[in-house]
């Protein structure tokens, strides 16, 4: 992580933190602010996992319910984001599990649903998304985690519940299976070369 992309997170940090000291004083605002701030990526990155549109937005439901709920155990002092993954995580194979969730994806022209059946622009190129779509649950949430959310494999790790070695290993094999699945040889092999998605969530363009 660069250090743009270092203050950027740390600029966040902070905000995130007032926010919730404020919520916690019983500011409904804050609250709202919130969700504003982080609820359309929970959504991408549940909707990358489970495939469905649906059940993402029930998990964005499920998480910001158990977020609110637990904002008292919450350090202000230590990063948000990954507390609030954490919390994503658990959601999101609570309802996996439940829902036994392992539909084939639709390919959607050009692009991916948004919160409550909005349209926004792709998240995946037509190409990628197929390919995401082959691996397991495990592994689209590895390759989310660490490239489209953005987290180091420390952070990824307290999200997970693993050693930060079984992350770089299952980083490593998802890299592999998605250059399998897109059998163009194109895609990283590890979690040093260039990741697979750009910052902005959207697949590499140079992936084929």
């Known amino acids: 992580m660069d250090a743009t992309v270092q203050s950027g997170r740390a600029a966040g940090d902070d905000e995130d933190g007032a926010l919730v000291r404020r919520a916690r004083a019983g ?12 609820h359309r990526r929970v959504f991408r990155s549940a909707y990358l996992v489970t495939r469905s549109p649906e059940a993402a937005d029930d998990i964005v439901q499920l998480v910001f319910l158990e977020l609110f709920k637990a904002l008292n155990t919450f350090d202000p002092r230590r990063p948000f984001v990954p507390w609030l993954y954490r919390i994503a995580h658990n959601v999101s194979m609570d309802f996996l599990k439940r829902e036994r969730y392992r539909q084939p994806m639709t390919l959607l022209a050009d692009t991916t649903p948004g919160p409550t059946g909005e349209t926004g622009r792709a998240e995946m190129r037509a190409d990628v998304r197929p390919a995401l779509d082959a ?45 399998e699945a897109l059998g163009s040889g194109n895609a990283p092999t590890t979690d040093e070369e260039p990741g697979v998605f750009d910052g902005d969530g959207t697949p590499r363009r140079d992936l084929a």
Do not use: C, N, Q, W
């Open 135 to 179: 691996l397991s649950a495990e592994h689209r949430e590895a390759l989310v985690l660490r490239y489209y959310i953005g987290l180091s494999e420390h952070e990824m790790a307290d999200v997970l519940g693993v050693r930060p070695g079984t992350v770089k290993s299952r980083l490593h094999r998802a890299l592999r299976a998605l250059r």
């Open 27 to 38: 500011d409904r605002a804050a609250l709202a602010a919130l969700f504003e701030r982080h």
